[in-house]
């Protein structure tokens, strides 16, 4: 079985960044219509805790969680 790409955004998630706290929601369906959407990426909402974002700017948090994300936030989600 193929995981999910909530699942899939939170094992990326939890294997680098070790959260306290995550929530990872997909909107994509609140997005029809969409250039993403029509791409065949999705929309997705996330929460997160981690003790590495202790002391970031909200812009290097952000970058933390797209390089865990990596190639993924090229293939698969269209907004975050």
Do not use: C, N
């Amino acid at each position: 079985m193929v995981a999910s790409r909530t699942e899939t955004i939170d094992k990326l998630l939890r294997s680098t960044l070790q959260p306290t706290v995550l929530l990872v929601k997909d909107q994509s369906h609140l997005h029809e219509g969409h250039a993403g959407a029509q791409e065949g990426k999705g929309h997705f909402d996330v929460t997160i805790v981690s003790e590495q974002f202790d002391g970031l700017s909200r812009i290097a948090r952000h970058r933390l969680v797209y390089d865990a994300l990596g190639a993924f936030m090229e293939s698969d989600i269209h907004a975050l």
